[in-house]
């Protein structure tokens, strides 16, 4: 079964610092893999996405994504962080192939991300 | 990209009451997603909702539970039924972009509280 894992419940940075948050999935065959970011009493908005191609994925906002295969891995990035990043993160995979073949998402547990000034 | 809205966007309910949740985009889609997202939760999915067909329900959530209408493909409703305080989520629908590889898009959400 495919699965994505976000191994901190909190990353705590200071402005314009780089930040990482971290993500890990399992997946048979091919991985399609998302970040998302959720602001206070907001929906869900798409950050970016890997489904093929260059490791390095560029998104919204500034951020990016570093997707590694030998190690499962699809890091969230960003070079300086912004007090307004603040929010809470997830990573997700697309579940391609299973039983009901929906192409849903499965979502990791999240990310609370705190920038201070 | 959709534009999905969602009614009510917050409601707060006594146990043994049901409560309709709407959703509504802004284009034609086959396929629509509901989601629970408990307090302090990661998203969870309890069904898939095709138009004129019957919904898909995940493991875990009976159709008995959480009835859903697909009227047209624009629309969809979600009813949580006979709630208890563990029904206090937020409810999200969904939408994917064109293509099984492309992302979802997500309503605003219907923040539910039962007491």
């Known amino acids: 079964a495919q699965s994505v894992a976000q191994p901190e419940d909190q990353v705590n940075v200071a402005e314009g610092n780089p930040l990482t948050v971290k993500c890990t999935y399992s997946?048979?065959?091919?991985?399609?893999l998302f970040w998302y970011v959720q602001y206070p009493n907001r929906g869900l908005q798409f950050l970016l996405k890997y489904i093929t191609g260059d490791n390095l994925v560029k998104g919204s906002y500034g951020f990016e994504a570093e997707f590694n295969k030998s190690q499962t891995s699809f890091h969230l990035k960003k070079p300086s962080a912004l007090v307004s990043d603040s929010a809470l993160y997830f990573c997700?995979?697309?579940?391609?192939?299973?039983?009901?073949?929906?192409?849903?998402?499965?979502f990791g547990q999240g990310t609370t991300l705190q920038v201070k000034p | 990209s959709a534009v999905i809205s969602q009614k009510p966007s917050r409601d707060i309910c006594q146990r043994g009451t049901s409560l309709t949740i709407q959703c509504q985009v802004d284009?034609?889609?086959?396929?629509m997603f509901w989601y629970r997202q408990q307090p302090g939760q990661s998203l969870t999915l309890i069904a898939t909702a095709n138009q004129g067909s019957e919904a898909t329900y995940e493991s875990g959530f009976v159709i008995d539970k959480f009835p859903i209408s697909r009227p047209n493909l624009t629309f969809s409703t979600l009813t949580v039924s006979n709630m208890s305080p563990e029904d206090s989520s937020i409810y999200l629908c969904?939408?994917?972009?064109?293509?099984?590889?492309?992302?979802?898009?997500f309503g605003p959400g219907t923040r539910l509280t039962v007491l």
């Open positions: 997700a995979v697309r579940d391609i192939g299973g039983s009901s073949n929906t192409g849903k998402l499965i």
């Open positions: 969904s939408v994917p972009d064109r293509g099984l590889y492309n992302e979802q898009f």
């Open positions: 997946v048979s065959g091919n991985p399609y």
């Open positions: 284009s034609q889609v086959t396929m």
